[in-house]
C-alpha cells in the first residue's frame, strides 16, 4: 500500500461520514453531485484507475487535522515529502519518528493550525493546551508522556471543526484501532474482530468491521488489521502492532493520569 492509499485508508470513512476533509456546507443538489463526484473519484484510483496523485494529494490536504502532523513530523526528522509513507505511518500507527517530537512541538503546531476560522478560539486552544501532559518528554531520556499520534489529537484536542461531538463510543471508533480476525462475512462485506475497547475500560470484545476489498482485497481468519470508524484500514505486522499499542498506549496512560 503506498502512502497516499494508506492515508486514505485511514482519512476517507470519515469523510464519507461528514466528520473531517473537504467540506461544502451548501447543501443544494449540484454541491452533494459534487462532493459525491470526488468520492467517485477517489474510489477510482484505489481501484486502479489513471487518477493523478497530485489530485490525491489536494483532496487529502483538505484534512487539516492529520496534514498539520504529517508537515511537523516530517520536518521534525528533515523528511521533504509530508506524504511519505514512513510519516503517513507514524501518524497512523506510530513508529520511530515520533520520538523526535515534544509536547510542546505539538503545542506550538496546534497554536498555529487549529486557531481561526473554522476552527477553534485562541483561548479554547490554551486551555486545552493547558491540559496537555507535562514533563519528560523524549523516550531517549524518560519513559514518553505524550506522543505525535492520531491519538494525542484525539484525547488532548479533540474535534476542532464542531463537525463531530466525541462522545466516548465515537473515541473509540475514532481512535486507529487493532484487532484479530476471527470470521470473515464475505457476503456482508464484514469481519468479525477481536478489538480491543479502552472506553469505558480496557476490555476485549468481538465486533462487526465493514471490509472494504478496495483497501484490503484479501483477508483470512487470524490476520491482524488495524481499524478506524468501523472499517478495516489494512492488515498490519507484527511489529506495527506493536508500534500501534505502544504510541495508543502511551497517550492514553497519559490521559488517564491527567
Known amino acids: 500500500m503506498n502512502s497516499l492509499k494508506k492515508a486514505l485508508s485511514y482519512s476517507l470513512r470519515p469523510h464519507e461520514l461528514g466528520y473531517c476533509g473537504p467540506h461544502d456546507t451548501d447543501v443544494s443538489p449540484a454541491a452533494a453531485k459534487a462532493m459525491a463526484g470526488r468520492q467517485k473519484k477517489i474510489r477510482d484510483y ?11 494529494r489536494i483532496f487529502l490536504d483538505e484534512f487539516r487535522g492529520a496534514v498539520a502532523y504529517y508537515k511537523l513530523i516530517a520536518r521534525k526528522n528533515n523528511i521533504a515529502d509530508y506524504y511519505d509513507e514512513r510519516v503517513v505511518e507514524a501518524y497512523w500507527l506510530g513508529n520511530e519518528l515520533l520520538d523526535t517530537i515534544t509536547v510542546s512541538d505539538i503545542a506550538t503546531m496546534a497554536r498555529v493550525e487549529f486557531v481561526g476560522p473554522g476552527f477553534l478560539t485562541k483561548d479554547v486552544m490554551e486551555e486545552k493546551i493547558s491540559k496537555f501532559p507535562s514533563g519528560q518528554s523524549s523516550l531517549r531520556a524518560a519513559p514518553k508522556i505524550g506522543s505525535a499520534h492520531h491519538t494525542f489529537h484525539l484525547f488532548f484536542i479533540g ?8 462522545t466516548e463510543d465515537r ?3 475514532c481512535r486507529p484501532g487493532w484487532g484479530e480476525v476471527k470470521e470473515i462475512v464475505p457476503a456482508e462485506n464484514k469481519v468479525i474482530c477481536k478489538i480491543t475497547r479502552l472506553f469505558p475500560m480496557e476490555v476485549e470484545t468481538e465486533t462487526e468491521i465493514i471490509w472494504d476489498k478496495l483497501f484490503v482485497p484479501e483477508l483470512k481468519v487470524g490476520d491482524m488489521v488495524s481499524h478506524h470508524w468501523g472499517r478495516v484500514s489494512e492488515k498490519i505486522t507484527d511489529k506495527q502492532l506493536a508500534n500501534l499499542k505502544k504510541y495508543t498506549m502511551i497517550n492514553f496512560r497519559a490521559l ?3
Do not use: C, Y
Not at 484505489?46 to 490525491?56: A, M, Q, Y
Not at 474535534?159 to 466525541?166: F, H, S
Open 159 to 166: 474535534a476542532t471543526t464542531g463537525r463531530v461531538v466525541l
Open 256 to 258: 488517564m493520569n491527567k
Open 171 to 173: 473515541i473509540d471508533k
Open 46 to 56: 484505489l481501484s486502479g484507475e489513471p487518477i493523478s496523485e497530485e489530485e490525491i
